[in-house]
Nanobody, 117 residues
Framework: QVQLVESGGGLVQAGGSLRLSCAAS????????MRWYRQAPGKQRELVAG???????NYADSVKGRFTVSRDNAKNTVYLQMESLMPEDTAVYYC???????????WGQGTQVTVSS
């Protein structure tokens, strides 16, 4: 059974930085895509960034130039480095693992990020 555990959330002032981590256990960590989503109160969950097992990345327009997604396949861990945080980045951030071949899809429990103005 695949499990995803996020960490690194917290409270930060606007302009600050945070680094989120998502550790996958029970995963073959083969051909897959790891994505970060976020959900703010009263809003739909939205894609923030993604990275394939080959290292290709994509970002939401709202975070381009501020957030960087990376992964360490040896540690089965994906990271989201967030810089120049803004109050509108406040949300619960979720890690998602999608296996391209089997279409299996897994979610972490989420980690709260709060940016104060």
């Amino acid at each position: 059974q695949v499990q995803l555990v996020e960490s690194g959330g917290g409270l930060v002032q606007a302009g600050g930085s945070l680094r989120l981590s998502c550790a996958a256990s029970g995963s073959r960590f083969s051909i897959n895509v790891m994505r970060w989503y976020r959900q703010a109160p009263g809003k739909q969950r939205e894609l923030v960034a993604g990275i394939t097992s080959g290292g290709s990345t994509n970002y939401a327009d709202s975070v381009k130039g501020r957030f960087t997604v990376s992964r360490d396949n040896a540690k089965n861990t994906v990271y989201l480095q967030m810089e120049s945080l803004m109050p509108e980045d406040t949300a619960v951030y979720y890690c998602n693992l999608f296996f391209i071949v089997t279409k299996d899809n897994y979610w972490g429990q989420g980690t709260q990020v709060t940016v104060s103005s």
